[in-house]
């Protein structure tokens, strides 16, 4: 029997509503929304779980750090989650990657520069073992430059 999910964000009022149903999406699907919550929420952010979440936005306004230590403690902190609150997957290998992306506004004359972090994730699916992939990216630190 395969299983539903729901799909993020999801409204309650509509489970205690006659006739309105929740959305549901595929395992596949359901484990990637989670992923992208682990990955933008700070670790403490949560209250009733202050252990949930990447350590890495601890760094974010840490201009001492380099974008090679960056990318480790994401990785290091994304795989810890992970392991620890999505058992639906089994040996995930991350990878991140940042680069520098400039944007020109032809009207107001300035150059914004931003970070962009490219997350991308193979593991295999635990219960029926076929291959798990997540791929997204994020921006980090808007800066403009004049």
């Known amino acids: 029997m395969q299983q539903t999910y729901l799909k993020f964000p999801f409204n309650p009022e509509h489970a205690m509503t006659e006739g309105l149903s929740l959305a549901t999406c595929s395992l596949a699907e359901s484990i990637a929304q989670h992923i992208m919550l682990l990955v933008l929420t700070r670790k403490g952010e949560n209250r009733f779980n202050p252990d949930y979440g990447n350590a890495v936005w601890d760094l974010e ?3 001492a750090v380099t974008a090679v230590e960056w ?3 994401f990785e290091e902190s994304l795989l810890e989650q992970i392991k620890y609150y999505e058992p639906r997957i089994s040996y995930p290998q991350i990878q991140v990657h940042i680069e520098y ?16 972090a490219k997350i991308g994730i193979n593991a295999i699916l635990t219960e029926i073992g076929e291959r798990f992939t ?7 630190s808007p800066m403009a430059v004049d």
């Open 134 to 140: 997540f791929s997204t990216h994020i921006y980090l």
């Open 71 to 73: 990318e480790r403690v």
């Open 101 to 116: 992306v400039e944007h020109h506004y032809g009207t107001k004359n300035f150059v914004e520069i931003r970070k962009k």
């Open 61 to 63: 306004f840490d201009n």
